[in-house]
């Protein structure tokens, strides 16, 4: 426990006392718990967790999660019972990172389910998705907002920023455009859409041919903001 949350806490480049001055936990209290080996309650086994937005699990045992979840109020157990489903989730975010492996697209489909569609816990995916800012009226072209460093447009296309983009998809045949666009804003009314597609464009003299599956979803940020998510892989 104690290596585990000190970990945590690393990670996300804070500390125990400022983490128990965030959310009103006495510091003494939890890290006398800490040193002694002491258990800590659900309660703040919880607070800690979401604080360092780490699922809960990832801090406890089978045996101590069970014990933290006994004589525990029904909407905490559900808080509980909703930790243990993202921690899997980010197990195998951490375990497909370290060994250097792609996102897929079951995980990134679970990812917008766990987190309804907000970019809360957005590191593990950043570098692999699109964000886009949502298709208006007046629009003649795609309009990304973020673009990952690993997603499938910047890898195939040799994309390394936002002008990069708009200079090399504008030359893109006009019926591909208008029908990505399309499927853009039909994806705004839909938790997300699940598609297969064939491209065969051409490139700074390289003809490029690809099928892949392309997920939409609409989005929002941190700040409120709406967005549209786009994550490609290739298919065989």
């Known amino acids: 426990m104690k290596d585990l949350l000190l970990e945590a806490c690393a990670i996300r480049n804070t500390s125990l006392r400022q983490v128990c001055l965030k959310t009103g936990l006495n510091y003494k209290t939890i890290n006398g718990k800490i040193n002694k080996g002491v258990e800590f309650t659900a309660r703040e086994l919880f607070t800690i967790s979401q604080a360092l937005r780490f699922p809960m699990e990832h801090f406890l045992s089978d045996s101590l999660a069970c014990s933290a979840v006994q004589d525990s109020s ?3 157990i559900m808080e509980t019972a909703e930790q243990i489903v993202e921690s899997a989730l980010f197990r195998a975010r ?6 250097g492996q792609h996102l897929d697209t079951d995980t990134l489909l679970n990812w917008l389910q766990v987190n309804g569609g907000r ?17 208006r009226p007046e629009d003649r072209t795609l ?9 499938l447009a910047s890898v195939t296309f040799d994309i ?4 990069d983009f708009v200079d090399k998809v504008g030359r893109f045949d006009h019926k591909i455009i208008s029908s ?5 804003v039909e994806a705004r009314s839909v938790p997300y859409r699940v598609e297969d597609i064939t491209i065969d464009v051409s490139i700074a003299g390289r003809n490029i041919h690809k099928r892949y599956r ?4 609409p989005v929002i940020d941190e700040n409120g903001k709406e967005l549209t998510l786009l994550f490609a892989r290739t298919l065989a």
């Not at 309009?143 to 997603?151: A, D, I, N, V």
């Not at 390394?160 to 002008?163: A, E, F, G, L, M």
Request: cysteine-free; aromatic content about 6%; proline content about 8%.
């Open 160 to 163: 390394h920023s936002v002008d």
């Open 214 to 217: 392309r997920v939409l979803a």
């Open 180 to 184: 990505t666009m399309k499927a853009h």
């Open 143 to 151: 309009q990304p907002e973020r673009l990952g460093r690993f997603s």
């Open 74 to 76: 029904p909407d905490l």
């Open 94 to 99: 951490e375990k497909a990172r370290q060994n």
């Open 119 to 135: 970019l809360d816990n957005f590191e593990p995916i950043k570098d692999h998705v699109d964000l886009y800012r949502p298709i």
